[in-house]
């Protein structure tokens, strides 16, 4: 059974400061997708980035970047220098080949960027 | 591109009544899900249509909850009766039909049971 863990709830920060949000994964099937969706408090989930399992290359988008580590299982995602606009709840989100296309989400990060 | 479109997009009832939910997903994608969100936690998948057929509905519960697709376009989720742990945003997504595209979610709806 797949399983997301967000062990940190919620996050504090100045502004310009960095953030990390943590993803820790569980899952038997050895070809997976990793998603991040940000949730602002207008409510609508939206899609930033998707890595599947093969594809352990990080990446930096603009202020984005993604850790992908199979290793430990993990899919960290970092924001530099943050800005009030960041503010949100995070959340991790896996789908197994074999499941199709169901998402199983975790708990979320609410990131609180202050001014 | 016009995005996933929901309504309503608040409601408020009272328990034991009934409530339903509409949907409209990106032109194009074969794909549409329902989610419940709880306040505090993540989506939870609740039914996957591909086109017209369910793919998934392994977390419906089907004693009280609904959904249909007709056409293979717009969808409908009702509830029926509705009881008090059934507050929660309702959350419609759409997505290619390619395995584990992206999916885009809607602005979900708010029900609030009294």
């Known amino acids: 059974a797949q399983k997301v863990t967000q062990a940190q709830t919620e996050i504090s920060v100045v502004e310009k400061e960095d953030v990390t949000l943590d993803c820790v994964y569980e899952t038997r099937d050895t070809t997976y997708y990793l998603f991040w969706y940000k949730q602002p408090p207008s409510g609508e989930l939206v899609f930033l980035i998707r890595?599947?399992?093969?594809?352990?290359q990080n990446e930096i988008s603009g202020r984005y970047s993604w850790n992908f580590q199979k290793s430990t299982s993990s899919f960290n995602f970092t924001i530099t220098a943050s800005q009030v606009v960041d503010s949100a709840v995070y959340f991790c989100a896996l789908s197994e080949w074999t499941a199709g296309n169901k998402l199983t989400f975790g708990g979320g990060t609410r990131v609180l960027v202050k001014p | 591109e016009a995005g996933v479109a929901q309504s309503p997009r608040y409601k408020i009832i009272e328990k034991r009544q009934s409530v339903a939910f509409w949907c409209n997903p990106i032109?194009?994608?074969?794909?549409l899900y329902w989610y419940q969100q709880i306040l505090g936690q993540g989506p939870k998948l609740l039914i996957q249509?591909?086109?017209?057929?369910?793919?998934?509905d392994s977390q419906l519960p089907k004693d009280r909850f609904s959904a249909e697709r007709l056409k293979g376009v717009d969808s409908t989720l009702k509830i029926q009766p509705a009881k008090l742990e059934d507050s929660a945003v309702y959350l419609c997504?759409?997505?290619?039909?390619?395995?584990?595209?992206?999916?885009?979610f809607g602005d979900g709806t708010r029900l609030s049971i009294l």
């Open positions: 997504a759409s997505s290619l039909e390619w395995p584990n595209q992206p999916q885009h």
């Open positions: 249509f591909q086109n017209n057929g369910v793919v998934d």
């Open positions: 032109s194009g994608h074969a794909t």
């Open positions: 890595r599947n399992s093969f594809d352990e």
